[in-house]
């Protein structure tokens, strides 16, 4: 791990408390799922513009769970494929950090599924104050997680699992961060923002 990323992370570890894949595959769909808006949760006084998304399908391979997440916008159904590594440890013990091994690198992959994916990021970049024509692209984006939790991530189990994403890490320019909460029991993923000033490159990193 680099010293800009350890330097980054306890600025706003604390902060964030306190305010090769095998093809054999097992999946599970909630069909009877209702999608719910985006936004339906945000609370303007607060500022940042997080979003729910429900999930709609899980499949599990032996390495990672793919989750496909939706939601709607302006009465359009939005999503996205999101893949997490399944080898994801604790990332926080007694109240610190648990050196480098919170971190696991290529751990959470985003995809596009199509025009919901695009309507998504044209949501998100309404929502940031950056709107693009764009969709999302068609590249596969994986990032650095580090696991913001007391216990390693077991997506088999009901649990709510809390991780920090970084996209970018090479670039100044396009580097950002995101929170990415994924709620096992309720089957529910949230997308939390980092800082206002990743806004416009995490908007221009899902459109490139």
Not at 107 to 136: C, H, R
Request: glycine share 8%; with cysteine; charged share 25%.
């Amino acid at each position: 791990m680099t010293i800009h990323l350890k330097t980054i992370l306890l600025m706003g570890l604390f902060c964030f408390l306190f305010g090769c894949k095998n093809t054999d595959k097992t999946q599970q769909t909630n069909a009877q799922v209702k999608l719910e808006n985006i936004t339906a949760r945000l609370d303007p006084e607060e500022g940042w513009r997080d979003i729910f998304l429900k999930i709609t399908s899980d499949t599990k391979t032996d390495s990672s769970h793919i989750y496909i997440a939706k939601g709607l916008y302006s009465n359009k159904t939005v999503g996205l494929q999101i893949e997490v590594s399944s080898k994801i440890g604790a990332g926080i013990i007694n109240g610190g950090l648990e050196g480098d091994s919170g971190f696991v690198s290529n751990a959470v992959q985003l995809t596009s599924i199509g025009q919901e994916s695009d309507e998504l990021v044209k949501a998100l970049a309404e929502l940031y104050g950056f709107p693009t024509n764009k969709g999302f692209t068609k590249e596969t984006i994986s990032t650095t997680a580090f696991s913001l939790n007391e216990t390693p991530v077991n997506l088999d189990k009901n649990g709510y699992y809390k991780l920090k994403l970084f996209f970018e890490e090479d670039d100044e320019n396009l580097y950002s961060e995101l929170y990415l909460n994924i709620n096992t029991e309720e089957k529910e993923i949230e997308i939390h923002e980092k800082d206002e000033e990743y806004r416009e490159p995490i908007i221009t990193v899902w459109t490139k």
